[in-house]
T-cell receptor, first 114, second 112 residues
């Protein structure tokens, strides 16, 4: 009965380093979302997958951000050449299907760029 | 996207009811009203949702105004574990999918 799992929980990266954040959604969930949450703010939408298809990447802040879900389950959010403004909590959520009201969130990965 | 407005913060005494308001004057006929909450150091969790009628579940109740321009999340007896940021969100169910768009939410403090 595992929920959405994200790893690592914490990541410290030197400025300019590439990072990869992993999300394991609940098994069988079709929809997968990534969010970025700055300190004291609500989560901001980054991108959405329906199975392996990335249907919306309108929230990705720059071309340094890239997400994939190649087999329609595990997803990876990659940030290239990290900058200090990338420091935030990155949240992943999944839901069973389209139009299902409840989205399940992971605990997030806290990224600190130094 | 239709927007919601909520107070930045609220306080409640433990074991008393809490009424968290949300205004959504530009709501459309196909927008559902959703509430999520985020406990400290956790991801958001779904609380409740509704369209027109009031809704109850094990976590809370949702009271929706007749004109649907506002709603209230009701916690019947606040506990210390209810201290969280509460987000009121509109989701359009007529589109093929609808991402959850968060505002700043209401930070609820519960006083023992």
């Amino acid at each position: 009965g595992a929920g959405v799992s994200q790893s690592p929980r914490y990541k410290v990266a030197k400025r300019g380093q590439d990072v990869a954040l992993r999300c394991d959604p609940i098994s069988g969930h079709v929809s997968l979302f990534w969010y970025q949450q700055a300190l004291g703010q609500g989560p901001e939408f980054l991108t959405y997958f329906q199975n392996e298809a990335q249907l919306d990447k309108s929230g990705l802040p720059s071309d340094r951000f890239f997400a994939e879900r190649p087999e329609g389950s595990v997803s990876t959010l990659k940030i290239q050449r990290t900058q200090q403004e990338d420091s935030a909590v990155y949240l992943c959520a999944s839901s069973l299907a389209l139009q299902v009201p409840e989205a399940f969130f992971g605990q997030g990965t806290r990224l600190t760029v130094v | 996207d239709a927007k919601t407005t909520q107070p930045n913060s609220m306080e409640s005494n433990e074991e008393e009811p809490v009424h968290l308001p949300c205004n959504h004057s530009t709501i459309s006929g196909t927008d559902y009203i959703h509430w999520y909450r985020q406990l400290p150091s956790q991801g958001p969790e779904y609380v409740i949702h509704g369209l027109t009628s009031n809704v109850n579940n094990r976590m809370a109740s949702l009271a929706i105004a007749e004109d649907r321009k506002s709603s209230t999340l009701i916690l019947h007896r606040a506990t210390l574990r209810d201290a969280a940021v509460y987000y009121c969100i509109l989701r359009d169910q007529k589109t093929s999918y609808d991402k959850v768009i968060f505002g700043p939410g209401t930070s609820l403090s519960v006083i023992p």
